[in-house]
Each structure stands twice: as structure tokens, then as C-alpha cells.
């Protein structure tokens, strides 16, 4: 009996083991090697779009946001002006973790960097996206935004009156979120990519 | 049909099963103590369209593996990935000069403008029924180039808001098809835009490092 | 009413059996069933906000993606292991036929994980979360849980090893490979060498056999153990038992990146999990037989036996999210389903209507022999099952058919997204009033918990 029980512990190793190199080694040691070559970016992040970049995973953006774009047989992502080509595994050397996101509540970001460059847009959006989009479900991150008074950088968001928090307030966007639209603006896949065809 | 073996076993789960509040000792115990051996398997064969479903399953593993395997290379993705050449930088080059500034006009301008090019109110102006984006066509061009700050009165209604500049994320064609787009939608009739205008107005202007203001332009603000 | 002088039916005195398992099982299941109604506040709070963004909007610790994650960690790593664990323990003893050995290490084991999974989900709400779907608790927090399963891993060997008996019933399968699997995918998830891309890759491996070759053997060897045992018949094929377990084996381990279908990946990557995944038809298939032909003609005893309700349940869920997982992995078919909510209602039928609904079953069997009192009432078992059916059914045929067409509507570039957005509302306040008739019912069943273990305390001291 004890012989089937051995028998049984390979079994459950040797199937564990096929699916371990199968689907996460080998394909983890093969795009290792995938490097950005010659002209093509993308280029490191700042310290700042780092920072940000924390605050993204910290509100857990990736949940309702992916960061890919898929060929036209996948998807309209091309179609929707998400970007301009599909994105591949050298876009995301410099990502960890790597937010390629599973759902799509709301658009895709992989390009969001050259879609909407207005610090100003995406400092309205974050602080109730309902400012900026009529409709959207987002939720508001307001503890990214301090009111004036209790933090001072010379520099005021231009709320609609239905939004301040109270009337005549003003708000000013924190560090936190001036780091967040920093790395939001880094998203940008307009660069070439080499050494595919 | 009543089995009288299974009547017994209806019978005992029932036992099983507490009724209201009672708790009647005997009853309880009976619930606790009666229950069948541990499980063991039987020994029937498999029903013969098992074995047949999974030839069949397996037969179409190696049609699925042949037909989209690819090549066992980390830069091999689906075919047509390959072939709409993730090479290329800035594609959607095909299709009318309305189907071209459509796509730039949904990837860059839908956020503010909004799908249906009626902004938001208080916050973007609407280019729907705009006679600044049916007007001149070289101010229109000049405002996407460089952006557009501070205040401005469309359709009677005051923004004071500030646009981007887009001369160095689109080329002229970029900007000359979105150009024409906006200018013949949502009920707009303008004529179109073409590259070589826009190339011309990027020249005039190349030196300018801020947005215009609607003064500057000559625009109600 | 009928005399019983006779002595038990089974082959040997399970009183001894059930009495060892009874405090480290009591505990890990009271303790899941915490984590159930915690993450199902979650779960609702969660669930209004995607129809009312700024319901709470001001509190950070409960915005969406924080909340989210907190519920899933909630019910994953509390309620659904500690009920895995749990069900684990008793199992293994009932099925050597000795008492659990060494069964009060397991009290350590519920210690462990506990402070894990509070930790991990405070963490979560203060916003240190890792970003991995699935993995979001930060480390060290994860090295509580390995601590925590080593008692699991000894306790079950040891009483393995002390069997009454030779041969090996095939929930004992299920259950052996589960305890090897989970640690050894656990420890390699968590190794701070992914970057990129094949990060993606390791985080959908793991992410789809946490349930694949976690909870899934586990909700099998309940489901191989309950159906007979209730039913009073052996089951019905050992053969098809052996190909059941065999393929899951082989097949399972390899779903998951088709999760990445489109996406930066390699087309042999997406490929091979594609194929896996309908490979899945076979240790379904064959599990689903096994099943049936056990139940068939005994259907009856649906009304009967709460168990057998609830295990059946989630038996044939199983059956159902496992064929609806295989078509889903098909290019085609994910061309419209992926980014979608067909997902979420996808993997709730996994993880509600198969597992946890089987883990009910098991619970409404083991509690009542361990503590040695019956179910206070039963029409709270009546409620428990139809409030909860009720809610995950309108859960996962909402958001499957919602999902479908926000698929669809995504891949028609002239819909706006906002357009899209809109169209989605009815189906998320569906999914909220579904929450809540399932939140009803975790009340329900609490309740009865509370009041079984205050008579068993009764009965205990009297």
C-alpha cells in the first residue's frame, strides 16, 4: 500500500512541477530576455512617477483599469483610440508589479499619457470624476486634495460650485496627487517598437 | 413505486432534520448515531461516450495546439498582432480623412469634448454647433497646435479652462483629419482641413511655447 | 417512533472519532464564518459603490479598489481556507477511521492564519496592497500563513499514516493533493523575482489554481464523501474516480493564462492554458457522472437532508462553471467575455455556488457530529439555502448576461464608453440586491451557529 501512496505523491509532484516550468519558468525565464532594443523606450520611471505609481496600486486602480492593448481580432481597443498599436512584453520591462488589469469598468490607460496631458484634467477627475465626466462611475479620491487653509502650494483646483466642499473653499491637489497624474502622463506607448517582424 | 429500502432512508434523514425548537433527546441521538458506513466506490464501468468524448477532446487539443501554437518564442503573439506590425508608431493610416480624424478625435479628445462633441458644461465647451471650429479653419488648427487658456464664450456660455497642446503628440496629418472631423459632425459644416495647411500654420507658429488666449485669437471671451 | 437498540451502522465507533476533531474544527469553521460575514460587508459596500460612486466616497480605507481587495482576501484567505482546513481535518480522520493525531496543533493553525488574514486585510484598507490580483496581502503577512499550514500538513500525514484501513477512498485523493498543492504554489507566487510580463504570467498561474487545486479538491472530496455517505450507496465508479482526480491533476495546474488572452503574451502561453482549460471538460465530465449516478433515484432525499441539498448544489454548480470556464477560454469566446462583468459572475459561481455552498453542506454535517447537538431550527436551514441560491443565481445570471453585452458593446467602436457605463447600472443594482439576499442568509446561518454552539455548551457542562 505504501507503494501506492508514493506513487500517488510523484503523480501529484511531477503534475504540479509540468504546470510550474510550463506555465510560469519558462515563459518567466524567456521574456526575460526580451530587452527594448535599439531607438525604442520605454524609458525608466522618474522618482516621482514611482511615487505614483504606488498611489495607483495603493487605491487599487488595476481593478477597473487595464493597461493593455490587444489587436484588432481581440478587441476594438485600436478602434476605440486607446492606442495606436498593440502593446507586447517590452512595454512592461520596468513594471512591478505589473498592472495589465482584468477589467475594464473603465477605459484602458496603457496610453492615457498621450490621450489626456492636462494636469488639470486629471486633477478634477481624481478629486470627483464626475466633474470631468458626467455619468462615470469612479469613485472620488478626495484625501488626495487638501482644502486651502490647511495646506499651502500655490496652486488651486477650479471646482464647479456642486463640487467644492464648501462654497468658496478651494482645493488643492497634495502631493500624493500630483505624483499619481505624474505617472498617468508617463503611460504613453507612441515609441517603436523594434525587433518583432 | 414505492421501495421500501428507500422509504427506510427517506425515513432516516428525516431524522436528521430538527424540527422547530423540541429537542428531544432520544430523537437526538438517534440523529447523531445513525448514519451510513464511511464511502466506498463501486466498481461500474465508464459509459462508453466518455472514452469517445475524450478522443474527440484530444483530437481537437492538437488541432488547437497546431492551428494557434506558434512559434515556443517570447515575441511570437497572435498572428495578426504581427501583422498590423506592432512596428509601426503611429498606425490608422487607412480609411477617409473622417475615419482617420475620428480615431485621433476618440483617443485624445473624447475626455473633455465627449463623445457626442457637446463638452461639459462649465468645465469644456462644446464643439457641436462651435463656430470656433467651423469658423476659420487656421485659428482652429492653431488652438489644437499649441492649446487655448483662460476665458472663452461658446454659444453664449463662459469657460475658463485650458486646453492642452497636441503639436507634439500629432502630425500634421494627425491634426489635419481631426480637424476635418470635428468640423463635419454632430450637424457641423465646415470644409475640410489638409495636412498641407496644418504644415504650414505649425511653421508660422513653431516658435510658440505657450497656449493662445481667446484675445489673442480674436475670440468672444 | 422508531426504536434504535441496534448499534450504528458504520464499521466503527465514529463518538472517538468526532470527539478529537471536535475543537480544532469548531474553531477554524467559527472563525471562517466571521470572515464570511466580514467579507460580505465588504462585498455589499463594494457592490453599491459600482452604481454609487460617492456612497462613502470619503473615507480612503473603503474606496473601491481597496474595499474590493479586502473582501476578496476576506473570503479567500479567511472564510474560504479556514473552512478548507477545517473540513481538511475532519475529513481525514473520518476517513482513516482514528482519531485526528495531533489535532490540537491545529488550534496553532487557527491562530496563525487568523492574525494573517486580519492583518493582511487591514493592510489592505490602509493601502499597502501588492498590486497581484490574488496576492495583494504584503509580505511578511504570508509567512503566518506557510507557519500556519504546517500542523495542517503534519496532523493529516500523521493520521493518514495511522489508517484503519488499506485502501485509499478518493476524497483522500483530493485532500492529499490539496495539502501539497497550496503551499507549494503559495511559496512560489510569493518569490520577489517577477517582473513584467511574466509576472502577469506567475500571478494568473497562481491566481486560477488557488482555486483550481485549493478549494476545488477540497469541495470534490466533500462532495466524493457527503453524496455517498448520505445516500447510503458506494459511489457509483472507482474508475471514473481515477480519471476525475488524474485529469484535474494534469489539467488544472496548467489553466490560467488564458486570463491574459489578448494581451503582451505569448501566443504558446495563451495556448497552452487554452487548452487545458477545455481539456477540464474530461475530469468534469467524469466527476459529474460519478456524482449523478450516485444520486440517481435518491433525488428525494434533496428535501430531506440539508446537506445533501447544499452539496448537490454546489456539485452541480461545479459542473456548470467548470463546462461555462472552458467555453469562456476559447479566443472567440473571450473576445467578447474578457474585461467584462461575465467574469466576476464567472468566478462567483466558482468560488459561491460550487464552493462555498458545498462548504455549507459540510458544515451542516460535521458541526452537529463534533458538538454532539442538533440544528436548532430548521427552517433557518430552509432559509439559509433558498435566500442564499436565490442570491447567487440572480448574481451569476445578472452579471453573466450583463457581461455578455458590455462585451459586446466594447467591441463596437461607435459605442461610447460612457454609453456603455450606463447601460451597465441595472445590472450592478441587480448585483447589489443579490448581495443582499445572500447577506440575509449568512445572517440567518450565523444566527444558527450561535445557537448550536450555545447548546452544545449546554450540553456539555450539563
Given at each position: 500500500?505504501m507503494?501506492r501512496?508514493i506513487?500517488m505523491?510523484?503523480?501529484?509532484l511531477a503534475?504540479?512541477?509540468?504546470a510550474?516550468?510550463g506555465?510560469?519558468l519558462?515563459?518567466k525565464?524567456?521574456?526575460?530576455r526580451v530587452r527594448?532594443?535599439?531607438?525604442m523606450?520605454p524609458y525608466?520611471?522618474?522618482?516621482q512617477?514611482?511615487?505614483?505609481?504606488?498611489?495607483?496600486?495603493?487605491?487599487?486602480c488595476?481593478?477597473?483599469?487595464?493597461q493593455?492593448?490587444?489587436?484588432?481580432?481581440?478587441?476594438?481597443?485600436m478602434?476605440?483610440?486607446?492606442g495606436?498599436?498593440?502593446?507586447?512584453?517590452?512595454?512592461y520591462?520596468h513594471?512591478s508589479p505589473?498592472?495589465?488589469?482584468?477589467?475594464r469598468t473603465?477605459?484602458?490607460?496603457?496610453n492615457?499619457?498621450?490621450?489626456?496631458p492636462?494636469d488639470?484634467?486629471h486633477l478634477?477627475?481624481?478629486?470627483?470624476?464626475?466633474?470631468?465626466?458626467p455619468g462615470?462611475?469612479?469613485p472620488p479620491?478626495?484625501?488626495?486634495?487638501m482644502?486651502q487653509?490647511e495646506y499651502?502650494?500655490g496652486m488651486t483646483?477650479?471646482?464647479?460650485?456642486?463640487?467644492?466642499?464648501e462654497a468658496?473653499?478651494q482645493?488643492?491637489?497634495?502631493q500624493?496627487a500630483?505624483?499619481?497624474v505624474?505617472?498617468?502622463?508617463s503611460?504613453?506607448?507612441n515609441?517603436?517598437?523594434?525587433?518583432?517582424? | 413505486?414505492?421501495?421500501p429500502r428507500?422509504?427506510k432512508?427517506?425515513q432516516?434523514?428525516?431524522l436528521n432534520?430538527?424540527?422547530?425548537?423540541?429537542?428531544?433527546?432520544t430523537?437526538?441521538?438517534?440523529?447523531l448515531t445513525?448514519e451510513h458506513?464511511?464511502?466506498h466506490?463501486?466498481?461500474?464501468?465508464?459509459p462508453?461516450?466518455?472514452?469517445t468524448?475524450?478522443?474527440g477532446?484530444?483530437?481537437?487539443?492538437?488541432?488547437?495546439?497546431?492551428?494557434?501554437?506558434?512559434t515556443?518564442?517570447?515575441?511570437?503573439?497572435d498572428p495578426v498582432?504581427?501583422?498590423?506590425g506592432?512596428?509601426?508608431g503611429n498606425?490608422?493610416?487607412?480609411?477617409s480623412?473622417?475615419?482617420?480624424?475620428?480615431?485621433?478625435f476618440?483617443?485624445t479628445c473624447?475626455?473633455?469634448h465627449q463623445?457626442?462633441?457637446e463638452?461639459?458644461?462649465?468645465q469644456y465647451?462644446?464643439?457641436a454647433g462651435?463656430?470656433v471650429v467651423?469658423?476659420?479653419?487656421?485659428?482652429l488648427?492653431?488652438?489644437?497646435l499649441?492649446g487655448?487658456?483662460?476665458?472663452?464664450?461658446?454659444?453664449g456660455?463662459?469657460?475658463?479652462?485650458?486646453?492642452p497642446?497636441w503639436?507634439?503628440?500629432?502630425?500634421?496629418a494627425q491634426?489635419a483629419d481631426v480637424?476635418?472631423?470635428i468640423?463635419?459632425?454632430?450637424?457641423?459644416k465646415?470644409d475640410e482641413?489638409?495636412p498641407?495647411q496644418?504644415k504650414?500654420?505649425r511653421?508660422?507658429?513653431?516658435g510658440?511655447?505657450?497656449?493662445?488666449?481667446a484675445?489673442?485669437?480674436?475670440?468672444?471671451h | 417512533m422508531?426504536?434504535t437498540g441496534t448499534?450504528?451502522p458504520t464499521e466503527?465507533?465514529?463518538?472517538e472519532v468526532d470527539?478529537?476533531t471536535r475543537?480544532p474544527v469548531?474553531?477554524?469553521?467559527?472563525?471562517a464564518l466571521?470572515?464570511?460575514?466580514v467579507g460580505t460587508?465588504?462585498a455589499l459596500?463594494?457592490?453599491i459603490?459600482?452604481h454609487m460612486?460617492?456612497?462613502l466616497?470619503?473615507?480612503?480605507f473603503l474606496?473601491?479598489?481597496?474595499?474590493?481587495s479586502?473582501?476578496?482576501?476576506?473570503?479567500i484567505?479567511g472564510?474560504s481556507?479556514?473552512?478548507?482546513i477545517?473540513?481538511l481535518a475532519w475529513?481525514v480522520?473520518?476517513?482513516?477511521r482514528v482519531?485526528l493525531?495531533?489535532?490540537?496543533?491545529?488550534?496553532a493553525?487557527?491562530?496563525?492564519?487568523?492574525?494573517g488574514?486580519?492583518?493582511?486585510?487591514?493592510?489592505i484598507?490602509?493601502?499597502n496592497m501588492r498590486?497581484?490580483e490574488?496576492?495583494?496581502?504584503?509580505?511578511?503577512i504570508p509567512v503566518?500563513?506557510l507557519?500556519?499550514?504546517?500542523p495542517?500538513?503534519w496532523?493529516?500525514?500523521k493520521t493518514?499514516a495511522?489508517r484503519?484501513?488499506?485502501?485509499t477512498?478518493v476524497?483522500?485523493w483530493?485532500?492529499?493533493?490539496?495539502?501539497f498543492?497550496f503551499?507549494?504554489?503559495?511559496?512560489?507566487?510569493?518569490l520577489p523575482?517577477y517582473?513584467?510580463?511574466p509576472q502577469?504570467?506567475?500571478?494568473?498561474?497562481?491566481?486560477?489554481?488557488v482555486?483550481?487545486?485549493?478549494?476545488?479538491?477540497?469541495?470534490?472530496?466533500?462532495a466524493?464523501y457527503?453524496?455517498p455517505?448520505?445516500v447510503g450507496r458506494p459511489?457509483?465508479?472507482y474508475?471514473?474516480?481515477l480519471?476525475g482526480?488524474?485529469?484535474?491533476?494534469l489539467?488544472y495546474?496548467?489553466?490560467?493564462?488564458?486570463?491574459?488572452?489578448g494581451?503582451?503574451?505569448?501566443?504558446?502561453l495563451m495556448?497552452a492554458?487554452?487548452?487545458?482549460?477545455?481539456m477540464?471538460?474530461?475530469p468534469?465530465a467524469?466527476?459529474?457522472?460519478?456524482?449523478?449516478m450516485t444520486?440517481k433515484?435518491?433525488?428525494?432525499l434533496l428535501?430531506?437532508?440539508p446537506?445533501?441539498?447544499f452539496i448537490?448544489f454546489?456539485?452541480m454548480?461545479?459542473t456548470?462553471?467548470s463546462?461555462?470556464?472552458?467555453?469562456?477560454?476559447?479566443?472567440n469566446?473571450?473576445?467578447i467575455?474578457h474585461?467584462t462583468h461575465?467574469?466576476v459572475?464567472?468566478?462567483?459561481m466558482?468560488m459561491?455556488a460550487?464552493?462555498?455552498?458545498?462548504?455549507?453542506?459540510a458544515?451542516?454535517?460535521?458541526?452537529p457530529?463534533i458538538?454532539?447537538?442538533e440544528w436548532?431550527?430548521a427552517?433557518?436551514?430552509?432559509?439559509h439555502?433558498w435566500?442564499?441560491a436565490?442570491?447567487?443565481g440572480?448574481?451569476?445570471?445578472?452579471l453573466?448576461i450583463g457581461?455578455f453585452f458590455?462585451?459586446?458593446?466594447?467591441n463596437?467602436?461607435a459605442?461610447s464608453?460612457?454609453?456603455?457605463t450606463d447601460?451597465?447600472?441595472?445590472?450592478?443594482?441587480?448585483?447589489?440586491?443579490?448581495?443582499?439576499?445572500i447577506?440575509?442568509?449568512?445572517?440567518?446561518?450565523?444566527?444558527?451557529?450561535v445557537?448550536l454552539?450555545?447548546?452544545?455548551?449546554?450540553?456539555?457542562?450539563?
Amino acid at each position: 500500500m505504501m507503494s501506492r501512496g508514493i506513487l500517488m505523491f510523484f503523480g501529484v509532484l511531477a503534475t504540479y512541477i509540468s504546470a510550474l516550468f510550463g506555465i510560469n519558468l519558462i515563459p518567466k525565464f524567456m521574456l526575460e530576455r526580451v530587452r527594448p532594443e535599439g531607438t525604442m523606450l520605454p524609458y525608466a520611471y522618474t522618482e516621482q512617477e514611482l511615487r505614483g505609481r504606488r498611489v495607483y496600486v495603493r487605491e487599487g486602480c488595476v481593478y477597473c483599469h487595464s493597461q493593455q492593448i490587444r489587436a484588432k481580432q481581440n478587441g476594438s481597443d485600436m478602434e476605440r483610440g486607446w492606442g495606436q498599436r498593440p502593446t507586447v512584453a517590452q512595454d512592461y520591462v520596468h513594471d512591478s508589479p505589473v498592472l495589465l488589469g482584468t477589467m475594464r469598468t473603465g477605459p484602458d490607460l496603457a496610453n492615457i499619457g498621450v490621450r489626456q496631458p492636462s494636469d488639470d484634467w486629471h486633477l478634477k477627475h481624481l478629486y470627483n470624476p464626475r466633474i470631468t465626466s458626467p455619468g462615470s462611475i469612479m469613485p472620488p479620491y478626495p484625501w488626495l486634495f487638501m482644502k486651502q487653509g490647511e495646506y499651502d502650494r500655490g496652486m488651486t483646483l477650479d471646482l464647479p460650485q456642486e463640487f467644492a466642499p464648501e462654497a468658496g473653499a478651494q482645493v488643492i491637489p497634495t502631493q500624493e496627487a500630483l505624483d499619481l497624474v505624474a505617472y498617468l502622463k508617463s503611460l504613453k506607448r507612441n515609441y517603436k517598437v523594434e525587433g518583432l517582424k | 413505486m414505492t421501495d421500501p429500502r428507500h422509504e427506510k432512508e427517506q425515513q432516516k434523514h428525516r431524522l436528521n432534520e430538527p424540527e422547530g425548537d423540541e429537542i428531544d433527546v432520544t430523537r437526538m441521538h438517534l440523529g447523531l448515531t445513525r448514519e451510513h458506513g464511511e464511502p466506498h466506490e463501486g466498481y461500474e464501468p465508464m459509459p462508453l461516450w466518455l472514452p469517445t468524448l475524450i478522443v474527440g477532446l484530444l483530437v481537437w487539443a492538437g488541432y488547437y495546439i497546431g492551428r494557434y501554437g506558434g512559434t515556443f518564442d517570447a515575441n511570437s503573439y497572435d498572428p495578426v498582432t504581427i501583422e498590423e506590425g506592432a512596428g509601426s508608431g503611429n498606425g490608422a493610416s487607412q480609411g477617409s480623412p473622417m475615419d482617420r480624424g475620428k480615431n485621433v478625435f476618440v483617443s485624445t479628445c473624447v475626455s473633455c469634448h465627449q463623445t457626442n462633441g457637446e463638452g461639459v458644461p462649465d468645465q469644456y465647451p462644446p464643439l457641436a454647433g462651435s463656430s470656433v471650429v467651423t469658423g476659420d479653419s487656421k485659428k482652429l488648427v492653431q488652438i489644437i497646435l499649441h492649446g487655448l487658456n483662460g476665458p472663452l464664450v461658446i454659444g453664449g456660455k463662459r469657460y475658463d479652462g485650458s486646453m492642452p497642446a497636441w503639436a507634439g503628440t500629432l502630425d500634421d496629418a494627425q491634426v489635419a483629419d481631426v480637424s476635418t472631423y470635428i468640423r463635419k459632425s454632430w450637424g457641423n459644416k465646415g470644409d475640410e482641413v489638409t495636412p498641407d495647411q496644418v504644415k504650414a500654420i505649425r511653421a508660422a507658429t513653431s516658435g510658440r511655447g505657450q497656449p493662445w488666449t481667446a484675445a489673442e485669437l480674436g475670440l468672444p471671451h | 417512533m422508531p426504536q434504535t437498540g441496534t448499534a450504528a451502522p458504520t464499521e466503527y465507533d465514529t463518538t472517538e472519532v468526532d470527539r478529537s476533531t471536535r475543537w480544532p474544527v469548531t474553531v477554524l469553521y467559527m472563525s471562517a464564518l466571521f470572515w464570511l460575514l466580514v467579507g460580505t460587508v465588504f462585498a455589499l459596500i463594494a457592490s453599491i459603490k459600482m452604481h454609487m460612486p460617492d456612497f462613502l466616497g470619503d473615507y480612503a480605507f473603503l474606496t473601491f479598489g481597496r474595499i474590493r481587495s479586502a473582501h476578496l482576501n476576506a473570503v479567500i484567505y479567511g472564510w474560504s481556507s479556514l473552512g478548507t482546513i477545517a473540513t481538511l481535518a475532519w475529513l481525514v480522520a473520518r476517513l482513516a477511521r482514528v482519531p485526528l493525531r495531533g489535532g490540537i496543533a491545529l488550534l496553532a493553525t487557527a491562530a496563525l492564519w487568523n492574525l494573517g488574514v486580519l492583518l493582511g486585510v487591514v493592510q489592505i484598507m490602509a493601502g499597502n496592497m501588492r498590486g497581484s490580483e490574488w496576492l495583494e496581502i504584503p509580505t511578511p503577512i504570508p509567512v503566518l500563513f506557510l507557519a500556519a499550514f504546517v500542523p495542517v500538513i503534519w496532523v493529516s500525514l500523521k493520521t493518514f499514516a495511522q489508517r484503519k484501513i488499506q485502501s485509499t477512498y478518493v476524497s483522500q485523493w483530493y485532500l492529499f493533493g490539496a495539502t501539497f498543492w497550496f503551499p507549494a504554489i503559495y511559496v512560489v507566487a510569493y518569490l520577489p523575482v517577477y517582473q513584467g510580463v511574466p509576472q502577469a504570467a506567475m500571478n494568473w498561474w497562481f491566481a486560477h489554481n488557488v482555486l483550481g487545486i485549493w478549494f476545488t479538491p477540497i469541495g470534490l472530496a466533500s462532495a466524493y464523501y457527503f453524496i455517498p455517505k448520505i445516500v447510503g450507496r458506494p459511489i457509483y465508479s472507482y474508475y471514473l474516480s481515477l480519471l476525475g482526480f488524474w485529469a484535474l491533476a494534469l489539467f488544472y495546474n496548467w489553466n490560467g493564462s488564458h486570463h491574459l488572452v489578448g494581451g503582451p503574451v505569448p501566443t504558446w502561453l495563451m495556448t497552452a492554458s487554452i487548452t487545458a482549460s477545455v481539456m477540464m471538460v474530461i475530469p468534469v465530465a467524469a466527476v459529474a457522472i460519478n456524482h449523478h449516478m450516485t444520486m440517481k433515484g435518491h433525488f428525494s432525499l434533496l428535501k430531506t437532508s440539508p446537506t445533501l441539498r447544499f452539496i448537490v448544489f454546489g456539485a452541480m454548480s461545479y459542473t456548470g462553471v467548470s463546462l461555462q470556464g472552458s467555453m469562456q477560454a476559447l479566443r472567440n469566446v473571450a473576445q467578447i467575455t474578457h474585461f467584462t462583468h461575465h467574469t466576476v459572475a464567472h468566478s462567483h459561481m466558482g468560488m459561491y455556488a460550487f464552493f462555498t455552498m458545498t462548504l455549507f453542506g459540510a458544515m451542516y454535517y460535521i458541526l452537529p457530529r463534533i458538538l454532539r447537538v442538533e440544528w436548532p431550527s430548521a427552517p433557518a436551514i430552509r432559509w439559509h439555502f433558498w435566500l442564499t441560491a436565490l442570491g447567487i443565481g440572480i448574481y451569476v445570471v445578472g452579471l453573466t448576461i450583463g457581461g455578455f453585452f458590455q462585451g459586446l458593446a466594447l467591441n463596437d467602436p461607435a459605442r461610447s464608453f460612457q454609453s456603455i457605463t450606463d447601460e451597465m447600472i441595472p445590472y450592478l443594482e441587480l448585483r447589489s440586491v443579490a448581495g443582499v439576499l445572500i447577506a440575509i442568509g449568512h445572517v440567518v446561518f450565523a444566527i444558527s451557529c450561535v445557537r448550536l454552539l450555545k447548546r452544545a455548551r449546554e450540553g456539555l457542562f450539563s
